[in-house]
């Protein structure tokens, strides 16, 4: 089980901060596509991942126990 976290209006669409996914030892892309198909989030293919607050890369592999989080870019002013 993975923990992912969603923040900013990531958590609007999902209507939740935070989820329990079942999967393990796949890479960031692919949990990507799998919670894009399932939430309907064409948002997260332009946004920052962290694994257990370390930022990640597309190919870094997630494992069961993981907390994945989910960050949008930022706008300032």
């Given at each position: 089980?993975?923990?992912?976290?969603?923040?900013?209006?990531?958590?609007?669409?999902?209507?939740?901060?935070?989820?329990?996914?079942?999967?393990?030892?796949?890479?960031?892309?692919?949990?990507?596509?799998?919670?894009?198909?399932?939430f309907?989030l064409?948002?997260?293919?332009?946004?920052?991942?962290?694994?257990?607050?370390?930022?990640?890369?597309?190919?870094?592999v997630?494992?069961?126990?993981?907390?994945?989080?989910?960050?949008?870019?930022?706008?300032?002013?």
């Amino acid at each position: 089980m993975i923990t992912v976290l969603f923040f900013a209006q990531l958590q609007e669409v999902i209507g939740k901060e935070r989820i329990e996914f079942e999967a393990s030892n796949i890479t960031v892309g692919e949990l990507k596509e799998k919670l894009m198909r399932s939430f309907q989030l064409s948002q997260l293919e332009n946004v920052m991942t962290a694994i257990n607050e370390e930022y990640a890369l597309a190919e870094d592999v997630v494992s069961d126990g993981d907390i994945v989080a989910f960050i949008p870019p930022v706008s300032g002013g």
